[in-house]
């Protein structure tokens, strides 16, 4: 299935790209324009990715219910992800405090990519027909502009989060 191959290195691609921000971002240090726009760049690609993926992927994902359980875990987690980059949004890049909250960020990213590839996905490749891939790939190029365009730095503190 050619197509199945298509959507799921397409996610991959973006992954790939996220490993590189992150990987730059950390090599940044204090209160610098270039610490600011990598870290803009990968909250709005990152952000934009999750939106467009839980439309394409997710969705779909969702409908097939020996599925449902793994879906519902990766959205929560998209979902845990984009607090955590709010409440770092909030924090002064020149403290040490921003550098351990862009650590745990990080850290939770990298675990929730390399969940979805190594676990997530094989498991989703046996249970989606040509035309759940077809749709899938089609949903997500066209939403992952539009869902980037639309996402935005939000500092929001993880306690104010939950009020």
């Not at 984009?82 to 409440?87: G, I, P, R, T, V």
């Not at 405090?97 to 676990?119: A, C, M, N, Q, S």
């Amino acid at each position: 299935m050619k197509h199945l191959e298509d959507i799921f290195d397409r996610l991959r691609a973006d992954h790939d790209k996220h490993r590189d921000l992150l990987a730059r971002l950390e090599q940044t240090s204090g209160e610098t324009p270039e610490r600011h726009a990598l870290f803009e760049e990968f909250t709005l690609e990152a952000k934009g990715h999750a939106a467009a993926e839980e439309q394409a992927l997710y969705s779909t994902v969702l409908r097939k219910p020996p599925l449902t359980a793994c879906g519902r875990h990766s959205v929560a987690e998209h979902h845990e992800i984009e607090e955590m980059l709010n409440d770092l949004a909030a924090t002064p890049m020149d403290t040490g405090g921003w550098l351990t909250k862009f650590r745990g960020v990080k850290d939770k990213y990298l675990h929730h990519i390399k969940e979805e590839e190594t676990e997530m996905f094989p498991k989703f490749r046996k249970q989606l027909t040509e035309d759940d891939v077809v749709y899938m790939r089609q949903v997500f190029e066209r939403r992952k502009p539009v869902e980037k365009s639309k996402a935005d730095i939000t500092p929001e503190k993880m306690e104010e989060a939950k009020d």
